[in-house]
């Protein structure tokens, strides 16, 4: 599977791990199994994605984001929820990981408040869950 899932409960976050090439039908296959087997309980949790190196994305276009937003969706409306922080970790942040994060804000600018890219996990952590 190009992207799997864990709950970290401890920082009360869902970890997606993605790997290979990553496709829209991937994306929207782990979320429904996210939120299927945690009974909603995924849809309450911010988000860190972390993006392989060697992965690619090449096959996910503005059309397929419009898809996966639109699945988010649907699950928002059965499982209503506060506003998430989504966290990428994409080395370098520059590359086809990037490029689509910016598409997708210019697509939904309402995104981009909520989403961020990163270089490190540890940036990402620190971002999701700053010290108190």
């Not at 899932?5 to 296959?29: F, K, M, P, W």
Request: charged letters at 25%; proline letters at 7%; glycine letters at 2%.
């Amino acid at each position: 599977m190009p992207i799997t899932y864990e709950i970290d409960a401890d920082r009360n976050l869902i970890v997606y791990h993605a790997s290979g090439t990553i496709t829209q039908r991937d994306a929207i296959n782990v979320i429904d199994r996210a939120v299927t087997e945690t009974n909603g309980a995924a849809m309450h949790k911010d988000v860190l994605f972390l993006v392989d190196p060697h992965a690619s994305v090449n096959q996910i276009d503005v059309y397929a984001i419009k898809q996966i937003k639109s699945r988010i969706e649907d699950w928002v409306r059965k499982y209503p929820r506060a506003p998430i922080k989504c966290a990428i970790v994409s080395s370098p942040p520059d590359d086809i990981v990037g490029e689509l994060w910016r598409a997708t804000t210019d697509a939904y600018p309402a995104i981009a408040a909520s989403t961020r890219t990163f270089r490190t996990a540890s940036e990402a952590y620190a971002w999701l869950r700053p010290p108190v």
